[in-house]
């Protein structure tokens, strides 16, 4: 059996973290008088923390000082995990444990890399953080997506080459950082975003065992 590096981002991915960002955004921003709807959320996915809070005080035109920038970083930081410390295994998507387990079953390596910075925590709260072979998060990167660094040290975390690796995304900007590194791409969501990916499925349960085995046995 060949093996190949299958690499999952984590928000909107393995769990739906995506809304609570979008409550933490939406209360920062709406506080500094900057309105923010769910499609400017969608801008956000797959960016990093201080880029996102640069992008809503572009869009709302507003300056302010570093002191408040960071003093806005670590409150919306501290709304997310107020939602966080509250997940269970139950908000694990559906059919991520069944791909999880396929893969497990058939001696594929695994890793985790995504930008949050809370990455372990979350699946730590949802019982997946030893599934993973390597994960590579916010505090093991310098460079946001659309940069491939997050997926090249996770290729090297598993001792593969890019070209033997997988990436799961749901960001536009991951699926161009994937489509950089030399991976095959798989979008999770809607095809009209993600259209640059090489395959896109709305979620994992449209993804067969069958798939996943052509994806291994891939050259």
């Known amino acids: 059996m060949a093996r190949k590096g299958f690499i999952f981002d984590l928000d909107g991915v393995i769990v739906d973290t995506a809304k609570y960002h979008y409550f933490a955004w939406k209360k920062l921003a ?40 960071n003093a ?31 893969l497990s079953d058939m001696k594929q390596p695994m890793a985790l890399g995504s930008a949050s910075k809370n990455a372990r925590t979350i699946l730590d709260r949802v019982n997946l953080l030893n599934r993973f072979d390597c994960v590579v998060d916010g505090t093991n990167v310098s460079k946001a997506k659309p940069d491939p660094e997050v997926f090249l040290i996770a290729a090297e975390g598993l001792h593969l080459p890019p070209e033997s690796c997988i990436v799961f995304e749901d960001s536009l900007a991951g699926i161009e950082a994937a489509n950089i590194a030399n991976m095959i791409s798989i979008g999770i969501g809607d095809a009209n975003i993600l259209k640059e990916a090489q395959f896109v499925f709305s979620d994992f349960t449209k993804i067969s065992n069958e798939f996943l085995h052509q994806l291994i046995s891939r050259i």
Not at 46 to 65: A, D
Not at 82 to 88: A, D, L, Q, R, Y
């Open 30 to 69: 709406e506080g500094i008088g900057i309105s923010f709807t769910e499609a400017d959320n969608e801008h956000l996915k797959g960016v990093s923390r201080i880029r996102s809070l640069e992008l809503i005080l572009e869009w709302g035109n507003k300056e302010i000082s570093s002191e408040e920038f």
């Open 72 to 102: 806005l970083l670590t409150a919306k930081n501290d709304d997310y995990l107020s939602f966080v410390n509250k997940m269970t295994k139950d908000e694990v998507l559906p059919d991520v444990p069944r791909v999880l387990d396929y």
